[in-house]
């Protein structure tokens, strides 16, 4: 196993580090993606920066320009308040999921891109990561992730009780608005050059398995990407080894392990004591 | 002579779209009070709470607010919040102290000790590592109860804060504020839609209803809501 990781460190080092980079923000930034109960926003979002990418083909512009340019486009409509709007948010979203994954492909089919190049570029595969792709990952998570983490406090708070936030003097507005801008530049970026349904998997299935098996929300945010590293290097290295396709393993590999950590969680609430009721 | 008043309203209207739910309310509240707001479902209590926090615009009117220093302490309804979260009781409580703490500070050994003591006066030191999510909704509240008396401000606004308790728990709550109030000189402004739970409590009460708001004495309120449609719901 061990020799198999260092042969594909060797022969596929970008894949390795742009994986990596990959799962620790998007599993970072995931835990409120799910406990924002916002899953389906990261969906929507992959698929609008993947519609970036075919939009920015068919005007020989750079993908990641297209994909953070229309990411921020839906990202400010997605900010706006539906609380007393007549039509909830999540409808908005999938119109703009529909939209997105079809506009995308009626735009490639007209770029003049073979099929497989097609596939590749809107749909990603983490073993052809080049170089650059690398440097734009890195480029667009160190700052996103360490902004995250920074100022993980006034975020949670405004997650977890946004009036009372307020009335403390937050700026709710301003730190929703970053979390989503965060959330964009990283699913535009990593769409690029994982893939949309790895994004997704990295965002959701990553933090869900870390949720499950800690109550506490710190361990959660160290415990998230540790898995998602695991589950990355198993994925590749079975992928490698196995010569099967690589996205696809690793989202394999992180549902199975989320699977096992739903067991585990329902074994330990079924077995521990339950204590005397509360008072009130 | 009025104490100097805590809030300060006059032609205050809020509203939602194109309706308003209050308009053209005067009210005083001093220093030191105890204040009910009293009204049906829907009648405002909420929004007028949350215009005097500034958490909505107001339509028209003045409106004046002397906090002092550290802001209200401030109990939101429960269905505002998610259990989903994986925070401790005692994390949530030390929520309040974000005005002093900002982004980065940890708690020095006299706030810890703040933290402690609120747990401590609501019940809470034995729950203190367990999630929102394991409490009964009676705990919940009184979490956030300790998180607005951490803050150490004179001022506390709850909204609704015995909703979904039973008469045990609506009981515990009351007397804690009331408790408050008398020993510890704390402005307590809340939203209730029960008056025969406060009339005895409070002296002064403010009726919500029909769009207007009246700061009336709890007995004269009582003479107004009697046979009305509200109070039979009540």
Not at chain 1, 229 to 240: D, E, F, K, P, Q
């Amino acid at each position: 196993m061990i020799e198999s990781i260092i042969e594909l460190a060797d022969l596929f080092p970008n894949a390795l580090i742009s994986g990596m980079t990959m799962t620790i923000v998007c599993a970072i930034i995931g835990v409120f993606v799910v406990l924002k109960r916002i899953v389906f926003i990261s969906i929507a979002l992959s698929e609008t920066a993947a519609c970036g990418i075919a939009s920015a083909m068919l005007l020989h512009l750079h993908p990641l320009a297209g994909a953070v340019a229309l990411t921020a486009i839906v990202v400010s409509l997605l900010s706006i308040n539906y609380e007393n709007s007549r039509i909830p948010r999540d409808a908005v979203l999938g119109v703009i999921f529909l939209m997105a994954s079809s506009l995308s492909i009626l735009l490639v089919s007209k770029s003049g891109f073979g099929l497989h190049e097609i596939k590749a570029m809107l749909y990603g595969d983490l073993i052809l990561a080049g170089q650059q792709d690398r440097n734009i990952l890195l480029l667009a998570s160190a700052p996103s992730v360490s902004f995250f983490l920074l100022f993980i406090r006034p975020i949670t708070y405004t997650f977890f009780d946004r009036e009372a936030s307020q009335v403390m003097g937050l700026a709710c507005r301003f730190w929703e608005m970053s979390f989503f801008f965060i959330l964009g530049l990283v699913v535009s970026a990593a769409s690029k050059t994982g893939g949309v349904l790895l994004v997704f998997c990295y965002l959701v299935v990553v933090p869900t398995t870390a949720l499950l098996l800690t109550k506490n929300l710190t361990i959660v945010i160290i415990l998230s990407p540790l898995l998602g590293i695991a589950t990355t290097i198993g994925g590749l290295t079975l992928s490698y080894r196995e010569d099967l396709p690589c996205n696809q393993t690793i989202i394999v590999i992180s549902c199975t392990v989320f699977g096992m950590a739903l067991i585990i969680a329902e074994l330990v609430k079924r077995l521990k004591i339950k204590g005397v009721p509360e008072a009130w | 002579m009025m104490k100097d008043p805590v809030l300060e309203c006059s032609d205050l209207s809020v509203g939602y779209g194109s309706e308003d739910i209050l308009t053209k309310v005067c009210l005083s509240v001093p220093r030191g009070a105890f204040l009910p707001l009293i009204g049906p479902n829907g009648s405002g209590k909420t929004s007028l709470l949350r215009a005097f926090l500034g958490l909505i615009p107001l339509r028209s009117g003045r409106l004046r607010r002397r906090f002092g220093e550290a802001p209200p302490g401030y109990v939101p309804q429960q269905k505002q919040i998610d259990p989903l979260y994986p925070i401790s009781v005692r994390s949530i409580v030390s929520m309040g102290l974000y005005p002093e703490l900002g982004f980065w500070r940890l708690h020095n050994r006299n706030q810890k000790m703040r933290i402690d003591k609120a747990l401590d006066r609501f019940g809470l030191l034995g729950h203190q590592s367990k999630t929102f999510r394991e409490l009964s909704e009676g705990m919940r509240q009184k979490v956030l109860l300790a998180r607005a008396f951490v803050t150490g401000s004179d001022l506390l606004i709850l909204d609704e804060p015995t909703a979904g308790l039973d008469a045990v728990s609506e009981r515990y709550v009351l007397k804690h504020l009331i408790d408050l109030n008398k020993n510890k000189g704390k402005t307590i402004l809340l939203a209730h839609h029960r008056l025969e739970d406060l009339s005895h409590l409070a002296q002064m009460v403010c009726l919500v209803d029909q769009k207007k708001a009246l700061y009336l004495p709890a007995t004269e309120a009582w003479k107004q809501i009697q046979g009305s449609f509200w109070e039979a719901e009540a």
